[in-house]
């Protein structure tokens, strides 16, 4: 196993256009988690998954944004209308449930101009 | 609510020198987990070290080690013998009962030959 894998590594795009990105964790792991990281700061929780069910969700996660992780495997977030403050770093994490032990993905960095 | 406070934004530390970065939270839990991850630059969050917070000794990996001090809720990591590669920005982060991790804001060490 490779690790957790975040595709695309960058994405610019225009204000109003929707993107998607997508997360592949480490097969044994049934939690999925997003975070957005902004620069000079630490990540700030957006949800996570636990197999199929998504469990939480923070109230930084708006109505333009949504994830799915439908088989339980791979998870992918959508962020719609996107806006200039939505450019950030988007970071996957996975974990076997109860381990305390986060694998995170390299991230995706999303620019909006 | 949970939160984590990392009060140097920024510190520098000479080659095979010690340095110790600090960190506090605010919790009403007894058991939870303390954690410090390192993301160097343009680099995936790795973890450096994970402490158990019913466990009295102090959790150690190598050069890193760190003071966990319950009562006070602190818990610093001390780097020893810094090297080049230690250069990156660390985090401290929280976890409790099976819920996400929360993060600080972080702290960009530099180690200088």
């Known amino acids: 196993d490779t690790g957790v894998s975040q595709n695309p590594r960058h994405k610019i795009t225009k204000r109003g256009q929707n993107v998607t990105f997508r997360c592949d964790p480490i097969?044994?792991?049934?939690?999925l988690y997003w975070y957005r990281q902004t620069l000079g700061q630490g990540p700030e929780f957006l949800t996570y998954?636990?197999?199929?069910?998504?469990?939480?969700k923070s109230r930084l996660l708006s109505d333009r944004f949504s994830a799915e992780r439908p088989k339980g495997s791979f998870s992918t977030l959508e962020i719609q209308r996107t806006e200039q403050g939505d450019s950030a770093m988007y970071l996957c994490?996975?974990?076997?449930?109860?381990?305390?032990?986060?694998?995170f993905g390299s991230g995706t960095r999303l620019t909006v101009v | 609510a949970q939160t984590v406070t990392q009060s140097q934004p920024e510190m520098s530390v000479q080659e095979a020198e010690t340095v110790t970065l600090s960190c506090t939270y605010d919790?009403?839990?007894?058991?939870?987990?303390l954690f410090w991850y390192k993301q160097p630059p343009s680099r995936q969050m790795i973890l450096v070290i994970r402490?158990?917070?019913?466990?009295?000794q102090n959790a150690t990996e190598n050069r890193f080690s760190v003071n966990f001090q319950k009562a006070a809720k602190s818990f610093s990591l001390k780097i020893s013998d810094s090297q080049l590669g230690d250069t990156a920005m660390y985090f401290c982060a929280f976890a409790y009962n099976n819920n996400d991790m929360r993060f600080g804001a972080g702290t960009r060490l530099t180690v200088k030959p």
């Open positions: 998954f636990q197999n199929e069910a998504q469990l939480e």
């Open positions: 919790t009403s839990e007894s058991n939870y987990y």
């Open positions: 994490a996975s974990e076997a449930q109860g381990s305390y032990g986060y694998t």
């Open positions: 402490q158990e917070a019913y466990k009295q």
């Open positions: 097969s044994e792991h049934n939690r």
